[in-house]
């Protein structure tokens, strides 16, 4: 059972457009919501998250997009470039009732951004 | 560094042979995860601890998996009897509340 579904599972993009990786989970007590980043041979990097008491963040280029009734959220990369070329994986979690906040990630989006 | 720190790297090993990885947290970080990232695929969880307990356990950590945390510092991930079927980057995370911070894994390679 795949609790959070990403897509696309890559996507390629020229430098200065727009990157849009969507995310849609099934567990209606998820309450936390981050994408992280990752490079080859690396750990993934919290990128941006969110609650679900807000409809949009951003911080820098990214925004992250959160639709509570339709279950999902997306993030948006704006003025993409060659070194956000990366895999974006979202993310979710359950941080209420002494849960223990382990995140439940998606398959991941393989972006890559041509100069 | 006050990441968190995974050692070894890399690791390649013969099927059959006992495995043991450590994580050191971030230190004021008293939940720590152990997590496994396959091929193309998100990480997954395996278990975590809060402090020096264990509360948690997925069904994807088999009998041959034991996880440990002393003194509720830094964490050992031991597999016995290793198959082909464990190579994976195994990465430990930790967090205070809600932010988790991951290292940079542990590359297995069961030949």
């Known amino acids: 059972q795949q609790q959070v579904k990403q897509s696309p599972q890559s996507l390629i993009v020229q430098k200065g457009g727009i990157s849009i990786i969507n995310c849609a989970y099934e567990?209606?007590?998820?309450?936390?919501f981050p994408w992280y980043q990752q490079f080859p041979g690396k750990g993934p990097a919290l990128l941006i998250a969110?609650?679900?008491?807000?409809s949009e963040k951003k911080e820098g280029r990214f925004t992250i997009s959160f639709n509570k009734s339709a279950k999902q959220f997306s993030l948006h990369i704006m003025d993409s470039q060659p070194g956000d070329s990366a895999t974006y994986f979202c993310?979710?979690?359950?941080?209420?009732?002494?849960?223990?906040?382990?995140?439940?990630f998606g398959k991941g989006t393989l972006l890559t951004v041509n100069p | 560094d006050t990441g968190v720190s995974q050692d070894p790297r890399h690791k390649i090993t013969k099927r059959g042979q006992n495995v043991t990885f450590r994580c050191d947290p971030i230190?004021?970080?008293?939940?720590l995860y152990w997590y496994r990232q396959t091929l193309g695929q998100g990480p997954e969880f395996l278990t975590y601890?809060?402090?020096?307990?264990?509360?948690?356990k997925s069904r994807l950590l088999s009998d041959r998996f034991s996880a440990e945390r002393p003194k509720g510092s830094f964490s050992t991930l031991e597999i016995q009897r290793t198959e082909q079927g464990d190579s994976a980057m195994y990465l430990c995370?930790?967090?205070?509340?809600?932010?988790?911070?991951f290292g940079q894994g542990t590359r297995l390679t069961v030949v």
């Open positions: 995370a930790s967090s205070g509340q809600l932010v988790a911070f």
């Open positions: 567990n209606t007590a998820f309450d936390y």
């Open positions: 969110i609650r679900p008491d807000v």
């Open positions: 993310a979710a979690s359950l941080n209420s009732g002494g849960s223990n906040y382990k995140l439940t």
């Open positions: 230190s004021e970080h008293n939940r």
């Open positions: 601890f809060q402090n020096e307990a264990q509360l948690e």
